[in-house]
């Protein structure tokens, strides 16, 4: 019986191939302390950013799979660092679709436009592990073919009860298109 030669890989091998996860939580830490509140991430339904978000991911983990796998000639590590870049990557995906790439989409937005949008109804959702809320209001464009999409916008808190105490009808959203494309919601009147 003919036995296969282990493959011995260097001791950085699989650090190396968690970063396709590790790196994108750094970047959103390192946005977090240095940039903050200061760029717009609120994001219109129906302008996600999603796509971008899995190109990032799919870039990430072919670079790192790469620089994991260049000076080890034995395949069964490349196909195994591959399935571990790509496990990885799917982790990291979420983050850079509503981590990174939000801000970077609010770093520099275009001109600005007010729509007037009907107010469905306004929703509360709580945080797990807390006992603070998310506020949410269901809006649909006023007129068809509205710069801003309907669905569920994420809403400041005194927004959600001037809404609620005044019960309007309808409501005017300020939009703008963020440096990736994606509609981002800069006021609520």
Known sequence: MRQSRRTIVPPSFFPKLALPFALPIAIT???????????????????????????????????????????????????????????????????????IMPSINGMALGPEQTVTMTLERTEATSIKNSRKQHHW?????????????????????ATYQRWNEENPRSVRVTIAEGLLGAQVVTRYE
Not at 47 to 65: D, E, F, P, Q
């Open 29 to 99: 830490l390192a946005l977090v302390v240095l940039v903050g509140e200061a760029w717009p991430r609120n994001i219109a339904p129906g302008s996600g950013l999603k796509l971008a978000g899995l190109l990032a991911t799919a870039v990430l983990a072919y670079g790192v799979w790469w620089w994991a796998v260049r000076s080890i000639p034995d395949r069964r590590a490349h196909r195994m660092a591959a399935l571990v870049c790509g496990v990885t990557g799917l982790m990291g995906w979420s983050v850079w679709s509503v981590g």
């Open 137 to 157: 209001a269901w809006l649909q464009p006023a007129s068809p073919g509205s710069a801003a999409g309907d669905g569920r916008y994420f809403i400041p808190e």
